[in-house]
């Protein structure tokens, strides 16, 4: 059985930093993107950031690039979003998804097949 858990959310005051985990049981992720994604109240869920399977691509949303850099450890079956100088617009649950298509990168979560259960940002002004 796939599972994805994500950890690292919290309240931080706008100018900090967070660092999302999200580590992936069940199968190796070694040959599939990752993406992490965002849903603030009333909205819907939009793409963060993505990371090809070797981690040498990756893709951003403009509102965070420059901010947040997303990575991932293959040995661990994990990734990481490190999210620097916050703002209250970063107020989400933040979801880890993997595209289940190896060797592939996508940025549209319709191909993510198997997503974290996510977890909460607040970013205070």
């Known amino acids: 059985q796939v599972q994805l858990v994500e950890s690292g959310g919290g309240l931080v005051q706008a100018g900090g930093s967070l660092r999302l985990s999200c580590a992936a049981s069940g199968r190796t992720f070694s040959s599939n993107a990752m993406g992490w994604f965002r849903q603030a109240p009333g909205k819907e869920r939009e793409f963060v950031a993505a990371i090809s399977w070797s981690g040498e691509i990756t893709y951003y949303a403009d509102s965070v690039k420059g901010r947040f850099t997303i990575s991932r450890h293959n040995a661990k079956n994990t990734v990481y979003l490190q999210m620097n100088n916050l703002e209250p617009e970063d107020t989400a649950v933040y979801y880890c998804?993997?595209?289940?298509?190896?060797?592939?990168?996508?940025?549209?979560?319709?191909?993510?097949?198997?997503w974290g259960q996510g977890t909460q940002v607040t970013v205070s002004s």
């Open positions: 998804a993997a595209d289940l298509t190896n060797y592939r990168i996508t940025l549209q979560s319709a191909d993510f097949g198997s």
